[in-house]
């Protein structure tokens, strides 16, 4: 889980002339660079994602179970989103949700670019004096594995959070199956990022219709007490879903006007990029009792009391979470 240092040779030395070019006067901040090189190497990971699909073999494994599943793009894309930050931070503390042997990371996996849209943001003052090692990533390779073999393509992510002083703070997600349906010149898959005090991009923001409850929850995690927590709010319609960057999407998109999972099994991994890309356009996600998340290195990985959240009128749907939940669910 946590990514150890990487054998990388060649690469280090192509990142040492990267680093040097960055000591110019205008030289974009820490987080800058961080959130630039995220946003590349999300983009070689959905890559990554589709081609272990194209392939038609991805080595499926139950971790726990049958509803919890790694895959071959699990394995190479939590590699490859560590091993690329890894060679040009590496001081961060990376923490990925694949628990995987230590081993030398193919060249063809390494992403050293950095997307130039964010480089030239502007990003607030009170990130300047940030240093690498105060820095924890959190790495979901692929959120949504079980969607993701049973060809519910869409609803497939890959999660990059990053948090600093225990806040999620920036979040890069990609989609790699955006507009697969679409057809024609559609461009497949897309990469949406969110920084705390600057906002969110890559996507365009739109609100469900006010008054009306749309609450997106999961389809392979379900029970009781998420089903009675979901009817306690009275919704006007229920989308069941897979993965939480998916449901996050949905949020920003206009969707669904609240995410609950009134049940421990979502993880750190799993809530920072979302959490992150929502608080920057002026959501909140929280637990069901409405605490926020902590996000330093060495926290419990389980979101044990569960995940709300919501874009706008997220006191409605807290105010509405039964007693009975509550009692069920300890942080
Ligand atoms: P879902 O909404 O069911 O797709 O879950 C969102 C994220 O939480 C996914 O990464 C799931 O793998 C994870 N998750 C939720 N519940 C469980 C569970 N009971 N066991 C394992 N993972 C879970
Ligand atoms: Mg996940
Ligand atoms: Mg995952």
Known sequence: MLCRPLHLLAVSAVCSLRRAAFTMSSAPILLAR???????????????????????????????????????????????????????????????????????????????????EILKATFPS?????????????????????????????????????????????????????????????????????????????FKLKEVPEGQHIITTTRS???????????????????????????????????ASAYVFASPGCKKWDTCAPEAILHAVGGKLTDMHGNTFDYHKDVKHMNSAGVLAALRNFNYYASRVPESVKQALVP
């Not at 090189?37 to 990971?45: G, I, L, R």
């Not at 709010?233 to 949905?250: L, S, T």
Request: aromatic letters at 6%.
């Open 221 to 255: 995690h379900s029970s009781k007490l998420v089903n009675d927590c979901i009817a306690a709010m009275n919704p006007d319609k229920v989308v069941r879903v897979g993965g939480a960057g998916n449901k996050i999407i949905q949020l920003i998109e206009g969707q």
């Open 126 to 202: 009170q990130y300047n004096n940030i240093k690498e090692e105060e820095l924890v990533v959190w790495v979901d390779p692929l959120d949504g594995t079980k969607e993701y073999t049973e060809g519910l393509l869409d609803h497939v992510t890959v999660l990059i959070g990053i948090a600093y002083e225990g806040k999620a703070i920036a979040g890069v997600i990609n989609q790699p199956y955006y507009n697969y349906q679409a057809g024609g010149d559609a461009v497949l898959g897309r990469t949406i990022w969110g920084v705390l005090g600057i906002g969110a991009f890559g």
């Open 34 to 116: 961080l959130v630039a090189a995220a946003h590349s190497v999300a983009e070689k990971a959905g890559a990554t994602v589709r081609d272990v699909m194209s392939s038609g073999d991805l080595g499926i494994i139950e971790k726990t179970g049958a509803n919890d599943l790694q895959t071959a793009a699990d394995r190479l894309v939590q590699q490859s989103i560590c091993a690329s930050l890894a060679v040009t931070f590496p001081r961060l503390t990376i923490i990925g949700e694949e628990d995987l042997p230590s081993e030398d990371v193919s060249e063809e996996l390494i992403e050293t670019g950095a997307s130039e």
